[in-house]
């Protein structure tokens, strides 16, 4: 089947705009991660959403940032009143519960 | 909390070569997991190979092996017959067996294949 997809591929903003990135997660996947990574980085851990629990949000840098799932489908990571030190790649991952994470191919957010 | 290093921002090797990526972690846990992922200019990140740490046994995947010192947590990757495809960014991670099973990344290390 198809594998994580994210839109979009690219995305230029200016400072203070709100931006929506959108995950796509593999099919049946009940697991599904947002990881930040800034240039020249590792990747950082922002979001975690399993199932119906409680998304574990310790990764969250500041309350500017959010996400949101519906069910076991598409999720959004909205970031609003953007800065400058939002740009970044922003990856999506998905797994079945204690499996390999796949990942998306990331969306570039570029702030100016 | 856990922690990834790994001390070589980048590395270059002969194609057909071998060349071994290190890295280090820290944890208080006795089970987890640990992995190598490579990532090309695409962006795509895609797995290397994974160990689990109650498992003495190295992990191999084809060309990649990894050396796993659990005592001194050291887990490293050896790259044989290096291919120019090899060339792209490698990330170490480490995943707890709890609730979240998040990734922490070490900070990459660029391998580049000279022809």
């Known amino acids: 089947g198809a594998g994580v997809s994210q839109s979009p591929s690219n995305k230029v903003t200016e400072k203070g705009k709100d931006v929506e990135l959108r995950c796509d997660p593999i099919?049946?996947?009940?697991?599904l991660y947002w990881y930040r990574q800034r240039l020249g980085q590792g990747l950082e851990f922002l979001i975690y959403?399993?199932?119906?629990?409680?998304?574990?949000k310790s990764g969250l840098p500041s309350d500017r940032f959010s996400a949101e799932r519906t069910g076991e489908s598409v999720s959004t990571l909205t970031i609003q009143r953007t800065q400058q030190e939002d740009s970044a790649v922003y990856l999506c991952?998905?797994?079945?519960?204690?499996?390999?994470?796949?990942f998306g191919p990331g969306t570039r957010l570029t702030v100016t | 909390a856990q922690t990834v290093t790994q001390s070589q921002p980048e590395m270059s090797v002969q194609e057909a070569e071998t060349v071994t990526l290190s890295c280090t972690y820290d944890?208080?846990?006795?089970?987890?997991?640990l992995f190598w992922y490579k990532q090309p200019p695409s962006r795509q990140m895609i797995l290397v190979i994974r160990?689990?740490?109650?498992?003495?046994q190295n992990a191999t995947e084809n060309r990649f092996s990894v050396n796993f010192q659990k005592a001194a947590k050291s887990f490293s990757l050896k790259i044989s017959d290096s291919q120019l495809g090899d060339a792209a960014m490698y990330f170490c991670?480490?995943?707890?067996?709890?609730?979240?099973?998040?990734?922490?990344f070490g900070t990459g290390t660029l391998l580049a294949v000279q022809p």
């Open positions: 160990q689990e740490a109650y498992k003495q």
């Open positions: 991952a998905s797994s079945s519960p204690d499996f390999e994470q796949y």
């Open positions: 959403f399993q199932g119906n629990s409680a998304p574990d």
């Open positions: 944890t208080s846990e006795s089970d987890y997991y």
């Open positions: 991670a480490y995943r707890s067996r709890g609730a979240t099973n998040k990734l922490i």
């Open positions: 099919s049946g996947h009940t697991a």
